[in-house]
């Protein structure tokens, strides 16, 4: 079974903070690795995805990749209120298949 | 407006009863999807579809039944034989041959069975 973890939180973090939400994964040939933010009822929406080794910026969002020690995070930057939610972590297996882990949940207090 | 849309929001069945979910997508996105969300759980894969008239079981298949007729459409039947049908169901796309796969999720049908 390909496992991805994630911590469950709640992480809280004030308004204007950096949140890290990180993820791991047991299988090392996965090749793409997504970040999904889910709010309470709605369904997941694709915020960032990365392939290769490093980082990857878009706005206040960066995800950063390490595929020898499998790991995968994202970064936050001047967290929002209205950034509070779910934070699922995915991984590409099977040729098209993602495997989610459970979530991270995010509380931006102001 | 390009998008996936699945009806009914809400659907309420007893038990014993099939249902089909519906899932339409106007993206031109070859592959489909099918994922089922349980309270504090992460989503698990019940079908996914690359192409029109095939299909593969996911994880979670037993229960389930899908149908790809058309590149558009990829309904989704709970049968009597899903012995915990009650969840938040997801379907999703993505184009085939893209290097990411990236998936697209539709706004979900919460199933209630009493």
């Known amino acids: 079974q390909k496992e991805v973890e994630q911590n469950s939180g709640p992480l809280s973090v004030p308004e204007g903070a950096i949140a890290s939400l990180n993820c791991t994964y047991s299988d090392r040939g996965s090749q793409s690795f997504f970040w999904y933010r889910q709010y309470s009822g709605k369904s997941p929406e694709l915020i960032m995805f990365i392939y290769s080794n490093g980082d990857k910026e878009d706005g206040r969002f960066t995800a950063q990749l390490n595929k020898a020690s499998q790991y995968v995070s994202l970064l936050i930057r001047d967290s929002q209120p209205s950034d509070s939610a779910t934070y699922l972590c995915a991984v590409l297996y099977s040729g098209y298949a993602l495997n989610f882990g459970k979530g991270t949940s995010l509380l931006v207090t102001p | 407006d390009g998008g996936i849309t699945q009806s009914p929001k809400y659907l309420f069945r007893k038990e014993g009863q099939n249902v089909t979910l519906s899932c339409e997508q106007n993206?031109?996105?070859?592959?489909m999807y099918w994922y089922r969300q349980d309270p504090g759980q992460g989503l698990r894969l019940i079908y996914y579809?690359?192409?029109?008239?095939?299909?593969q079981k996911g994880d979670i298949a037993e229960g389930y039944s899908v149908s790809r007729e058309k590149k558009e459409s990829f309904p989704l039947t709970v049968t009597s034989a899903q012995k915990n049908p009650t969840a938040f169901y997801l379907c999703?796309?993505?184009?085939?041959?893209?290097?990411?796969?990236?998936?697209?999720f539709g706004p979900g049908t919460r199933l209630t069975v009493t």
């Open positions: 579809s690359q192409i029109v008239n095939d299909f």
């Open positions: 999703a796309s993505s184009m085939q041959g893209a290097p990411t796969y990236e998936q697209y």
């Open positions: 993206l031109n996105h070859d592959a």
